[in-house]
């Protein structure tokens, strides 16, 4: 019986463990930056940001450069889709407009890419992929950083103390005189109340 109850605690925890350690690698799967380079012969290319946000849905920021309009016969729309880091059918992320935009998805993504579309209702990529790039992690999140110091922490630091003019070397003399004055007359009242105290 006990140790059953001990093999059922142990196995427990290590559950716990486990499930800490996939759901922790989970939630930052998809948070990070990608370069989404032109498969073909144009300059196309888009800068993305995805960024975790409380309500655990991925907040997604796109700035592209040197998009053609029109893409081609008919072709007016851009796409952004997600590759879902568990595998699976590509996620609409959406249009791309003219080169800025701003997405949300809870579905964690490792790779993501861009098709030209004729409609912007398919749920599905049907239009080549221009372009494609994969997820890369925020390495200045991931590492552990010192602290530098700031130039005004260096600046007080290295700033020379004043030097004291004569007459603050007086008084600073005249005080610690005093006090000297007043500690060996405290000790000369207590070696005489002591030597006249009846025995």
């Given at each position: 019986?006990?140790?059953?109850?001990?093999?059922?605690?142990?196995f427990?925890?290590?559950?716990?463990?486990?499930?800490?350690?996939?759901?922790?690698?989970?939630s930052?799967?998809?948070?990070?930056?990608a370069?989404?380079?032109?498969?073909?012969?144009?300059?196309?290319r888009?800068?993305?940001?995805s960024?975790?946000?409380?309500?655990l849905?991925y907040?997604?920021?796109?700035?592209?450069?040197?998009?053609?309009y029109?893409?081609?016969?008919?072709i007016?729309t851009?796409?952004l889709?997600?590759?879902?880091?568990?595998?699976?059918?590509?996620?609409?992320?959406?249009?791309?407009?003219?080169g800025r935009?701003e997405?949300?998805?809870?579905?964690?993504?490792s790779?993501?890419?861009?098709?030209?579309?004729?409609?912007?209702?398919?749920?599905?990529?049907?239009?080549?992929?221009?372009?494609?790039?994969?997820l890369?992690?925020?390495?200045?999140?991931?590492?552990?950083?010192?602290?530098?110091?700031?130039?005004?922490?260096?600046?007080?630091i290295?700033?020379?103390?004043?030097?004291l003019?004569?007459?603050?070397?007086?008084?600073?003399g005249?005080?610690?005189?005093g006090?000297v004055?007043?500690?060996?007359?405290?000790a000369v009242?207590?070696?005489?109340?002591?030597l006249?105290?009846?025995?």
């Amino acid at each position: 019986m006990y140790r059953r109850f001990v093999f059922s605690v142990a196995f427990g925890l290590i559950l716990i463990f486990l499930s800490a350690f996939v759901f922790t690698r989970h939630s930052y799967a998809s948070e990070g930056t990608a370069e989404l380079r032109s498969t073909n012969e144009n300059s196309y290319r888009c800068f993305v940001a995805s960024i975790q946000m409380v309500n655990l849905n991925y907040r997604i920021l796109v700035s592209c450069r040197d998009l053609l309009y029109p893409a081609g016969d008919d072709i007016f729309t851009y796409m952004l889709w997600g590759t879902p880091s568990a595998g699976g059918r590509a996620v609409k992320l959406g249009e791309l407009g003219l080169g800025r935009a701003e997405f949300e998805t809870k579905v964690p993504f490792s790779n993501l890419f861009v098709t030209t579309e004729k409609s912007k209702k398919d749920r599905e990529p049907v239009g080549p992929v221009v372009m494609r790039g994969d997820l890369k992690r925020i390495a200045f999140l991931d590492s552990q950083i010192s602290p530098t110091p700031t130039e005004a922490a260096e600046e007080d630091i290295t700033t020379p103390a004043p030097e004291l003019t004569t007459k603050d070397r007086l008084v600073s003399g005249v005080k610690r005189a005093g006090v000297v004055a007043a500690l060996a007359l405290v000790a000369v009242f207590g070696l005489v109340f002591v030597l006249t105290r009846p025995r």
